[in-house]
């Protein structure tokens, strides 16, 4: 199967003239060999260009040595004039040898022109599927470069007979370079970004659908998912559910950036007869209901907190009809009781967890009597980022590949001390940038906690100004960061949440162990798109014992 970039294709939902392309699409990843590489444009829709890689170019195929096929696509009638073939628009009539050749000689020029590729050979052909000509000879194209409907069943053989699948060369690097260069994914990666995000929604989201199809009485459900399986999204659908039928839901998590974030998403939704937080924001909220504030800078407050929060009788304003515990691998068993008190006798139970993202290494929550689902499929991440892991998750820890995005979105960086860190990073912030992601598409994480950090202490890396959180929150309860471009975060406070494309830094461990393994797994899969690691020398040498599959 040939290799497709930009990847997703797949999923999209697409009509009219991006339809047509997805079916070539199709076609050309069945009918070539893995040892093909097929450039396209269908994810974006220029006003000026339509749907084109370069011009009038739809497809550029590239063999093994670095050679070019350039593929222009014209669906529908065609219309044969004395001077050649004729496509006619809305307002106006192109003729397509004119318009072909500017491009494929505009591109062929600067390919040429570029250190590496000027030994690379350029070819091009016509495809029209719908439509015969019939007068080959004033078509302005040589016939043998014409596939039209009699020939479209021939396109892959004649594809490989114009372009062999030989031996690698050195040129083809620089080839693929080129190309990516010309996809100018710097201005149309954005929309992407959203097409992914709708992609993994939808498909994730698949959860929400079929885990709320069963039926049992109590509804007891224990999902075991592991990280992008679409657990936010079944708690979405959960929450909103009862909001639907006048009822309150409860949803209570570890992590106080994921309460924020599951906040944001359900306040549009009226959520005012629900309430939404952390155990230990549910904890304090009730004390300060009853005029006992607590004293945080004690160092047992927490511990204090939960057991007087405990100790409160629970009236009918703490009672609800539908509880969503997330998290689950982050609570003990007494908090487990603590939340399960405010259900109502015949309320929704549901409890969402992914033991590989036990940060804190607690013991598994026994819920005797539950139903229990497993859901193994990661649809958020790229999947060589899943790849990667899947080679150093122990046996029994399965994640599946089923994300829409299957090539690139996956770098590495090696730093040996700490200057050589905050040039790594600064690298790789600008490789991101570099590939056309915007600020709000990026995160980076740090694989340390805040105080043990070597990044906390800078406001700005070279031209890039860090954002970070304050440790203060608005009067509305929202958090405080301060200004900067970066979103800078540590790995146990982007728990739960993602970016599009993610800069996981400060990698650093001497044996990867079951602790060092689970802060791994989480940062990785934060990324959606694009998963730029950042690890120490003696890091890469335990991922190159692991053998991940990748080049260090």
Known sequence: MANILPDGWRALEVTGAAAREIETLSTLAAALPDAYTVYHAVHWTHLEHGFSVYGEIDFVVVNPAGDVLLIEQKSGFLIETPEGLVKRYAEKEKRVAVQMARSVSALRAKLHARPGCQ??????????PDYTVRQVETAGIAPQRIVD???????AALIQSILPDGERAPQATEVHRFLRGVLQLETDVTALVGRARALVTRVSGGLAHWARQLEFTPHRLRVTGTAGSGKTQLALAEF????????????????????????????????????????????????????SVPDFTQPDAFERLVEQAAALPLGVAWQFDCVIIDEGQDFTEAWRDQVLRHARPDARLLWLEDPLQNLYGRAPVPLPGWVTLHARGNYRSPRPVVRFLQALLPEGAAIDAAGPLGAGGLEVLVYRDAAE????????????????????DLALLSFRGREQSLLF????????TLRTFTGRYDLFGH?????????LETVYRFKGQSAAAVVFAEIDFETLDEKALRKLFVGATRAMMLLVLVVSERAAEQFRIADCGFRI
């Not at 009822?247 to 950036?257: E, M």
């Not at 940038?433 to 915007?438: D, N, P």
């Open 149 to 155: 409907a009699r020939r479209k069943a021939q396109l």
């Open 240 to 291: 909103t559910a009862a909001l639907d039928r006048g009822q309150r839901p409860l949803y209570v998590c570890y992590n106080r950036p994921l309460a924020d974030h599951f906040a944001r998403i359900v306040a549009p939704l009226g959520a005012s007869d629900g309430w939404v937080g952390t155990f230990h924001m549910l904890c304090d909220q009730r004390l300060r209901e009853q005029g």
């Open 119 to 128: 030994a690379a050979h350029v070819d091009y052909l016509l495809y029209c």
């Open 421 to 440: 860190l905050k040039e790594r990073v600064k690298e790789a912030i600008r490789l991101c940038y570099g590939a056309g992601y915007k600020r709000d």
């Open 479 to 487: 958090p405080l960061f301060s200004e900067g471009d970066v979103l």
């Open 457 to 464: 202490p800078y406001s700005q890396l070279g031209p890039h």
